[in-house]
Nanobody, 129 residues
Framework: QVQLVESGGGSVQAGGCLRL?????????????MGWFRQAPGKEREGVVA???????VYADSVKGRFTISQDNAKNTLYLQMNSLRPEDTAMYYC???????????????????????WGQGTQVTVSS
């Protein structure tokens, strides 16, 4: 059974930083895509950043230069370092995994959410001005 468990969310002031973690268990695909998505109240879920099993990354324009994705394969953990946070970054952040979704990165796009196979429960990030 695949499980993704996010942690690290919280409330910060604008300009602050947070580090999200996603602990992955039961996922054995050797070729995969993993990513961070977010959903603000009243808005659709959107991709923030994706990384594939080859280490290729694709970032949303809104977070380039501020957010960094990384993965520790030994710990089966995905991270999202978020710096220079803005009020518009406020959302529920989700970790997701998928195998076929990897192909979106070949065209430098974050996979649309329906293309991801497994999701975590989310962790709330709130940025105040």
């Amino acid at each position: 059974q695949v499980q993704l468990v996010e942690s690290g969310g919280g409330s910060v002031q604008a300009g602050g930083c947070l580090r999200l973690s996603c602990a992955v268990s039961g996922y054995t695909a050797s070729s995969y895509c993993m990513g961070w998505f977010r959903q603000a109240p009243g808005k659709e879920r959107e991709g923030v950043v994706a990384i594939d099993s080859d280490g290729k990354t694709v970032y949303a324009d809104s977070v380039k230069g501020r957010f960094t994705i990384s993965q520790d394969n030994a710990k089966n953990t995905l991270y999202l370092q978020m710096n220079s946070l803005r009020p518009e970054d406020t959302a529920m952040y989700y970790c997701a995994a998928g195998a076929k979704a990897k192909w979106w990165l070949l065209i430098n796009r974050i996979p649309p959410p329906p293309n991801m196979d497994y999701w975590g429960q989310g962790t709330q990030v709130t940025v105040s001005s």
